[in-house]
């Protein structure tokens, strides 16, 4: 079963509103998780290392203001695009590192497909 | 500069044969080496990992790594058409994030 759930999976929103996306650990910890992008028929993207109980790291060239990330718990991370336009339409995927058989391995939530018109 | 290098395809094979997708890294220090499942419009699946040298084995799959060369491959055998999608190879040192290639384009032919 899924291991890492987000919310919502699509949403539509009008360009200069503000989106919510909350990225969910099932049944375990993360103290760690990361966002990624991904435009249609290109590779996923890292954007940022959302950390628990201090700031974001941030991939180069990422805007923090724009992308607003917070840890709020262990099993809790969410993706705040502000001020959203068209050309942040795109396809955010959460993921976040669980241990398996010894090696900490990555789990996606199911992606959050956004529509900025 | 961590790098992790595919073929971007499109690989095409005929039903019931095997599928070899192939992957390089740079990073001498990398751990841990998956492979990831991608369909069209969904979020990547997880298949196979794998970090000692030699053979890993999971049904139909198998991952074979070696790190004298910095290769690492996905053997899908019994290819059928619900293995079509792209693959991704990625890797990690210990706990940071996944370096990812860009992925290879799998088409199973009926």
């Known amino acids: 079963g899924a291991v890492v759930s987000q919310h919502p999976s699509r949403v539509i929103c009008k360009s200069g509103t503000s989106v919510k996306i909350e990225c969910r650990s099932l049944d375990f910890q993360a103290t760690t998780m990361f966002w990624y992008r991904q435009f249609p028929k290109k590779s996923l993207m890292l954007m940022a290392t959302s950390n628990e109980g201090s700031k974001a790291t941030y991939e180069q060239g990422v805007e923090k203001d724009k992308f607003l990330i917070n840890h709020a718990s262990l099993t809790l991370s969410t993706l705040t695009v502000t001020s959203a336009h068209p050309e942040d339409s795109s396809f955010y995927i959460c993921?976040?590192?669980?241990?398996?058989?010894?090696?900490?391995?990555?789990?996606f939530g199911p992606g959050t497909r956004l529509l900025v018109l | 500069q961590k790098e992790v290098e595919q073929n971007s395809g499109p690989l095409s094979v005929p039903e019931g044969a095997i599928a070899s997708l192939n992957c390089t890294y740079s990073?001498?220090?990398?751990?841990?080496f998956f492979w990831y499942r991608q369909y069209s419009g969904k979020s990547p699946e997880l298949i196979m990992f794998?970090?000692?040298?030699g053979d890993k084995e999971d049904g139909r799959f198998t991952a074979q790594l070696n790190k004298a060369s910095q290769y690492v491959s996905l053997l899908i055998r019994d290819s059928q058409p619900s293995d079509s999608a792209t693959y991704l190879c990625?890797?990690?040192?210990?706990?940071?994030?996944?370096?990812f290639g860009t992925g290879t384009r799998l088409t199973i032919i009926p």
């Open positions: 993921s976040a590192p669980r241990p398996l058989s010894g090696s900490e391995t990555q789990y």
């Open positions: 990073d001498r220090g990398s751990q841990s």
């Open positions: 794998i970090y000692s040298n």
């Open positions: 990625a890797s990690n040192f210990g706990n940071e994030k996944l370096t």
